[in-house]
């Protein structure tokens, strides 16, 4: 309904090419790395952290924070996109790979369609097992070099950049396997079930 | 935690500015008509949308200050940021008569109505008091009798926004404690605080716990995190503070995060 419309009077910023092609549509190009959460900063100390892969899998397998470190690390360098419009260029993480975890978890793949991230604090967020598979999506917990700071998730944040970052569950403390899908915290709020930034999948309907 | 769900789909509606308001020398509000808006929660926020006349767009984020008892009538008030791309349009070039592109709201967990009870404790580092105005706003409206304690920090005194509002505000009948700190200059003669909120700070101006309070924070990343974590050794319930937090460096000016 509002198709065609100017707004009086506005130039706007332009980004050059090079960023501007590579802004998912609505988006800003942020230099800092802006904070968002619904409630407190949850600390739990490390002695009592644990990751936890559960639901339907024929045993359920927890990893403490040692057992996690002794992972294979990995080193992502991504472009991180929030729904409230700001991306990020060339983040640098370390992690381990959720496809990692999985490998050591025994599930069968025709069931198990979705995961649900848990975290500290009670936030969840649903995503489909395909999009946390094949390099894709980590368990991070340094950035730029860095323990992640416990604002920005610390001690461990999922880290799935090619969504838009709420899908990134700070303080994630494990997946649940699950056959049909459920929203999480933000999916339950109006915002898009899946998230597609270059889709601009921001809200229901979109 | 508390669900409102947001039915359908959120498509981009144009509103008219029939009011525009300075609150500070860096703030403004602008009154939009919304005919076909459907209507919102206290707190929740809309997404603007800027279009030049060769395509390009930008998009943000701002609170809506005003209450759902407004009906089609939206109120945002902006802070201007002098780096920002569209925050000095929305306060310094739109003017009465323009349109406004938007859709909302948006965000249903940093909103309050009557049945969450209270009291409430509103915390508002700077601008981030705009969605808690539109909660003290929606619980006048409603005539509501339940608690409410605002602390809102400013620089200076002449930062404060919705001052006069909110003097009248508490000086009514089930008026809302107003309680302000200004943190940079202080006039001659001010009796509220004067430095950056603290734990000590907040253990003065808080509910006791017992009373059950609902606290919500809105800020900047370290005023927020600060209030939060504050509360927690009161014994507040991580799930009775609820945050929203904006800023903090360089380029941002959508006021809000989700």
């Not at chain 1, 092609?21 to 600390?43: D, I, N």
């Not at chain 1, 496809?99 to 793949?109: F, N």
């Not at chain 2, 705009?130 to 409603?142: D, G, N, T, W, Y």
């Not at chain 2, 609820?242 to 000016?253: A, I, Q």
Request: with cysteine; proline share 8%.
């Amino acid at each position: 309904m509002s198709e065609g419309f100017i707004s009086r009077a506005f130039h706007g910023r332009r980004q050059p090419d090079d960023v501007a092609g590579r802004l998912p549509p609505g988006q800003y190009l942020e230099r800092g790395f802006p904070v968002l959460s619904a409630g407190p900063t949850p600390h739990t100390p490390l002695e009592r952290w644990d990751f936890s892969i559960g639901g339907i899998v024929k045993e359920p397998k927890r990893w403490t924070w040692q057992e996690l470190l002794a992972l294979p690390h990995e080193t992502p360098t991504v472009d991180i996109s929030c729904v409230t419009k700001w991306t990020k260029f060339d983040t640098h993480w370390e992690g381990v790979s959720v496809e990692t975890l999985l490998q050591q978890v025994d599930y069968d793949p025709n069931v198990a369609h979705y995961v649900i991230a848990f975290s500290d604090g009670g936030y969840t967020t649903n995503l489909p097992l395909a999009d946390v598979l094949g390099g894709k999506a980590w368990v991070a917990f340094n950035y730029e070099g860095q323990p992640l700071a416990p604002e920005h998730g610390g001690p461990a944040r999922l880290l799935v950049p090619h969504l838009y970052f709420w899908k990134s569950a700070k303080w994630v403390r494990g997946l649940r396997l699950v056959e049909r899908d459920a929203p999480g915290f933000w999916e339950s709020l109006g915002y898009h079930n899946y998230g597609d930034p270059w889709k601009e999948q921001r809200y229901q309907g979109d | 935690m508390e669900r409102t769900a947001l039915p359908g789909r959120l498509t981009w509606q144009l509103g008219d500015v029939v009011a525009t308001q300075p609150e500070t020398a860096r703030t403004k509000s602008l009154t939009l008509s919304v005919p076909k808006w459907v209507g919102h929660l206290a707190g929740q926020h809309v997404d603007i949308r800027l279009t030049s006349d060769d395509g390009y767009q930008a998009e943000r984020s701002y609170s809506i200050a005003s209450p759902p008892e407004d009906g089609q009538q939206l109120i945002l008030t902006i802070e201007r940021l002098d780096d920002g791309e569209v925050s000095p349009y929305l306060t310094e070039e739109l003017r009465v008569g323009d349109k406004l592109e938007l859709r909302g709201p948006i965000g249903g967990y940093f909103v309050w109505e009557e049945r969450l009870g209270g009291p409430l404790l509103l915390i508002a580092g700077g601008s981030g008091i705009v969605p808690l105005m539109a909660m003290i706003r929606h619980r006048r409206a409603v005539g509501s009798s339940i608690p409410a304690r605002l602390l809102a920090s400013f620089r200076t005194y002449e930062d404060i926004i919705y001052r006069d509002e909110l003097e009248r505000e508490a000086k009514a009948g089930m008026a809302v404690e107003v309680i302000h700190t200004l943190t940079r200059t202080q006039p001659p003669g001010w009796t509220g605080y004067s430095r950056r909120i603290d734990a000590e700070l907040l253990r003065e101006v808080a509910w006791p716990v017992e009373q059950h309070p609902l606290a919500y924070i809105c800020g900047p990343t370290p005023f927020v995190e600060t209030a939060a974590t504050a509360l927690l050794p009161l014994g507040y319930e991580p799930a009775r503070i609820k945050t929203e937090r904006f800023g903090p460096t360089g380029g941002p000016d959508g006021q809000h995060d989700t």
